[in-house]
């Protein structure tokens, strides 16, 4: 049974776990703003350059070491430390096993830190963040993944930042898991109207061509009903 469990994990994280990758707005603290676009930048080029598996998870797990380099420079700021979320999710999600849960639940932690800090900060990285693990890792008895939960965190986000790209883009993502095609149609046609973002031209190309893939599979059903 124990071994059944190690397996149906490992294939319900592997590639599921990954989270949004918050936009590094200007703050207070201009060194600190460019410590987390070296983050941030690093990432959008592991995550959408990078072809190899192996290869992607060996530099996912530098990065996760320089982004938490950084949150312990910067103590006491939501924003480095949603970068560090964003970092173990992805090892997370490169993981298989006890050892991607493992990663799953030290970024849960990570962005609850976030969250009590900030969760206004990145355009609501945190509560997007936290609601997409919510719903993208397996429920009880494998994992911590809660339905209502995920609901939670991705309607507060959206809230606080209604057009932010990546928010939108998550909260369609859990509206599809949920059967609820129309609603993600109007909310992912929402995500694909975000202002462009210049200053990241790989991660811009990149999520939207993953609202359009989506788009297309709500409006698909949708057609279908």
């Known amino acids: 049974m124990l071994c059944q469990s190690k397996m149906l994990l490992a294939s319900a994280l592997f590639l599921a776990v990954a989270v949004p990758s918050a936009p590094a707005l200007a703050s207070d603290n201009p060194a600190m703003d460019a410590a987390v676009a070296r983050v941030e930048h690093e990432w959008e080029r592991i995550k959408y350059q990078i072809?190899?598996?192996?290869?992607?998870?060996?530099?996912i797990e530098v990065l996760a070491r320089d982004a938490a380099a950084v949150a312990a420079r910067y103590p006491g700021r939501a924003e480095p430390l949603i970068w560090e979320g964003i970092a173990q999710s992805e090892q997370?999600?490169?993981?298989s096993g006890l050892s991607a849960l493992a990663d799953a639940k030290a970024s849960r932690?990570?962005?609850?830190?976030?969250y009590q800090l900030d969760r206004t900060a990145l355009e609501a990285g945190a509560p997007t963040s936290l609601g997409t693990l919510y719903y993208r890792v397996p429920g009880f008895p494998i994992g911590f993944g809660d339905k209502a939960k995920a609901r939670h965190y991705l309607v507060e986000a959206v809230t606080?930042?209604?057009d932010s790209m990546d928010a939108n883009?998550?909260?369609?993502?859990?509206?599809?898991?949920?059967?609820?095609?129309a609603q993600a149609s109007k909310v992912l046609q929402?995500?694909?109207?975000?202002?462009?973002?210049?200053?990241r031209p790989i991660w811009d190309a990149g999520r939207r061509a993953e609202i359009r893939a989506l788009l297309a599979k709500a409006n698909a059903k949708l057609k279908r009903s």
């Open 160 to 162: 606080i930042a209604p």
């Open 92 to 95: 997370a999600a490169m993981s």
């Open 109 to 114: 932690k990570t962005f609850e830190m976030a």
């Open 51 to 59: 072809k190899d598996p192996r290869v992607q998870h060996a530099q």
């Open 169 to 181: 883009y998550f909260y369609g993502d859990f509206l599809m898991t949920q059967g609820e095609y």
């Open 190 to 199: 929402h995500a694909l109207a975000s202002s462009p973002h210049p200053d």
